[in-house]
């Protein structure tokens, strides 16, 4: 039988686009200074550390967690890197819970860190085409990284093929609208990288064209941060709990898929995102969630697209394929609809240092439930080339 | 349409030695350049006779199971995992074929493929194939721009004239652009098709109101020009770049010079620009520096010219410090 994993304490660094004054060892470090604290716990009392890391180039060292053992605290004690491209954070929780869940440990941390613009291209004199070159490095090496794969490119080939079955979905003024909510929902999050950032949608039809079909305010921005959890198996998580004077919110359910990277009969569809279907759906069946439309009520995505976003609330079963505008159509995530869509503002506002993402917005489920004092929330990570990767949790607060 | 870059490294992209100072908050931090560089010889092991079929015969190749007759192109595994592992025999299968979906079109590209873009990427089945490859799509009518490759367009693999063993040997282009004998020819060399080169338009005689128009819109693009001036974000857009573009337009020409941080309009006509644009009327450059539109969307739209692809480089950056402008007036 399983133990019961549930989180504890939780904290963030800034989202900037760039950190001059930080190297990775200290956003890592004042992660972990953060959620110890907000679990009321000695770091002495963790037994083992999960970091998240998606990618050894934009840390400029291979094992980058190397360092981060000791400056963390975790000296002779159990350490793991994960990396799963842009679910990395999200696998990383998916990892410690794993571990605890198996008995295995009482108590871990989960860091996700990254630092990706120090990258620069000296060609251009600017950051981003070298920071999405060193992605580049992600892509298939024998097939794709020699014909310009991207990670832009290749989610708008699932997004593209995902209109080309639903010509009437996913309309302009709708990503538009999307966008522009995310912009005001921002605003409440004083981590976030673009907090001020508000636009209009009519500001973000006439953004530029990044890659087709998405324009630059519709795509998330890379960031510099880092993100921390405590996670305890369930007695200790509540020893924990009385002490610090906070509720555990608890994980209980977790689902995994990675599909097929090449298309075609047996292999990857291209018009969906099986990966989110299966994760979302094995993440409900551990949880006992038979009707997410009535369970879910907080969802913190992985917003890498706008258009993304949509597909993967109908992945989740929270709206039909096909009427993902009816987000915005038929009010379901504008404000006092049926479903809170990161509040934190996302990946596209809040930022996307990769590492640390999926584990900032399962900082701002957890916050959110417990602020709301709601149930029941949905947290996603998605990654690697066409949506391949995805793991998703199911997060209660009773 | 793009070629192939000569060394693995181009010398544009390796910087000097050396470092600097920010300063943050009253605090010196030191920045330094740097990079992780390792070479390569790569093994292409099983792979093999699949890129030197592209490379020296000029053929597509693919692998066909053995048990389930699936045929996988490119033939990127030796045994058939939905088959228990059965053995694949290498087949050569069509070189023309349909899209699989509707292909992304890159605008913005990576630093590695900037000498690229804009070009596409998609996924085509390849007659006498049940999956798709990965490909590079172009168009022979000048900037690929949406709507002239969709799900199900039937395109012909074109082969580079120098290949090298690499996916980058091969692109499609749609066959509806090409003659039936180019269709039909296996093998069929990027030499061997009329690509339309770029030919700057024509502007008209101006009118007498058309030069007042240009006057007009040359107040309110300086006026724009000078806010960027005097905003730090969008002249952070274009530190360390310089460029001395021409802008042509029916009521009249001007230069842009970027150099550095710092970003002028003239009203004269430059000897040796780096690059030219040309659009009918001042407005629709006007409209991207002012953050009413963006100037790459008018570039793609067809309604802005400009004589260089690479440039897009430039244009990123001129939307970028609208952008800039904009935002900082916002808090």
């Known amino acids: 039988m399983s133990k019961r994993v549930g989180i504890v304490g939780a904290g963030v660094t800034p989202f900037k686009g760039t950190w001059r004054e930080k190297t990775y060892y200290e956003l890592a470090q004042m992660a972990t200074r953060e959620a110890v604290k907000d679990a009321r716990i000695d770091i002495k009392d963790v037994d083992a550390a999960f970091y998240g890391i998606y990618n050894d180039i934009f840390e400029r060292t291979a094992i980058p967690e190397h360092p981060l053992h000791g400056i963390c605290g975790m000296q002779n004690k159990f350490g793991i890197r994960i990396t799963c491209g842009g679910a990395t954070g999200a696998y990383t929780m998916s990892a410690a819970h794993a571990y605890l869940a198996a008995g295995r440990y009482k108590t871990a941390l989960v860091l996700g860190v990254e630092k990706a613009t120090d990258c620069f291209d000296f060609s251009s004199m600017s950051a981003t085409p070298e920071v999405i070159k060193s992605i580049g490095w992600s892509g298939d090496s024998f097939f794709e990284q020699p014909i310009g794969w991207s990670a832009s490119d290749s989610y708008a080939e699932v997004v593209l093929a ?7 979905d996913l309309k302009p003024e709708i990503t538009a609208g999307i966008s522009a909510q995310l912009s005001q929902q921002v605003k409440g999050n004083k981590f976030a990288q673009r907090q001020f950032d508000q636009v209009t949608p009519e500001e973000v039809i006439n953004s530029r064209l990044v890659v087709y079909p998405f324009k630059e305010l519709e795509i998330c921005v890379y960031s510099e941060g880092a993100a921390a959890l405590i996670l305890a198996e369930e007695e200790t998580a509540k020893e924990i709990s009385r002490n610090a004077g906070t509720p555990v919110v608890w994980i209980t359910g977790v689902g995994e898929s990675n599909e097929h990277s090449f298309a075609g009969k047996n292999q990857k569809i291209m018009s969906r995102i099986m990966s989110d279907y299966y994760a979302s759906h094995r993440a409900y069946e551990m949880a006992g969630v038979t009707d997410p439309q009535k369970a879910i009520e907080i969802v913190e995505l992985h917003d890498a697209f706008v258009h993304q976003l949509e597909i993967s609330m109908a992945e989740f079963g929270l709206v039909p394929l096909g009427r993902a505008d009816s987000l915005i159509e038929d009010g379901l995530m504008t404000p006092g609809g049926k479903y809170v869509v990161n509040p934190c503002g996302g990946l596209i506002y809040c930022g996307h240092a990769v590492g640390a993402s999926n584990i900032m917005s399962a900082w701002s489920a957890r916050k959110e439930l417990i602020e709301r004092k709601q149930k029941t929330a949905l947290v996603h990570g998605t990654g690697s080339t066409v949506a391949q990767y995805t793991c998703c949790f199911v997060f209660e607060h009773a | ?157 074109v082969f580079r004239d120098k290949r090298i063993g690499e996916m980058s040997d091969v692109f499609c282009v749609p066959t509806a652009e090409l003659s039936s004998k180019q269709v039909n020819k296996k093998g ?49 857009d274009i530190a360390g770049w310089k460029r001395n573009i021409q802008v042509k337009t029916r009521g009249g020409q001007f230069a842009i010079l970027i150099n550095d941080g710092d970003i002028r309009i003239q009203e004269k006509v430059l000897s040796s620009p780096d690059f030219v644009m040309v659009c009918d009327g001042p407005n629709t450059l006007l409209d991207g520096l002012a953050y009413r539109g963006a100037i790459t969307d008018s570039i793609i739209n067809k309604k802005l010219w400009i004589s260089k692809n690479m440039e897009f480089n430039t244009i990123f950056k001129l939307d970028r410090m609208a952008r800039s402008v904009a935002r900082s007036q916002k808090v």
């Not at chain 2, 590695?112 to 006498?128: D, E, N, S, T």
């Not at chain 2, 058309?210 to 002249?235: C, G, I, Q, T």
Request: proline content about 7%; some cysteine; hydrophobic content about 35%.
């Open chain 1, 162 to 168: 995902y209109m080309d079955e639903h010509p009437g």
């Open chain 2, 1 to 157: 349409m793009a070629t192939q870059r000569e060394k693995l490294i181009p010398s544009r992209y390796i910087p000097d030695i050396g470092s600097h100072i920010e300063t943050i908050g009253g605090k010196d931090y030191l920045v330094s350049n740097d990079a992780m560089y390792t070479f390569y010889r790569r093994t292409r092991g099983e792979l093999s006779p699949f890129f030197l079929a592209l490379r020296d015969e000029k053929k597509l190749l693919g692998c066909k199971c053995t048990k389930c007759g699936l045929v996988r192109v490119p033939p990127f595994l030796t045994h058939c995992p939905d088959c228990n592992f059965t053995p694949t025999d290498l087949i050569e299968v069509d070189q023309v074929g349909i899209m699989n979906s509707t292909p992304p079109i890159t605008y913005f590209a990576t630093s590695l493929f900037q000498h690229m873009a804009p070009y596409g990427r998609g996924r085509v089945i390849f007659k006498g194939a049940d999956t798709a490859m990965s490909v590079n799509l172009y168009t022979t009518t000048g900037i690929l721009v949406p709507g002239i490759l969709k799900k199900g367009t039937e395109v012909k693999l």
């Open chain 2, 188 to 236: 069929l060399q990027e030499s061997e098709i009329d690509w339309e080169a770029p030919v700057e338009p024509h502007l008209p005689k101006a009118s007498e109101q058309d030069v007042k128009a240009f006057k007009e819109a040359m107040k309110e693009m300086k006026s724009v020009v000078s806010h960027m001036n005097n905003n730090k974000r969008a002249r952070k």
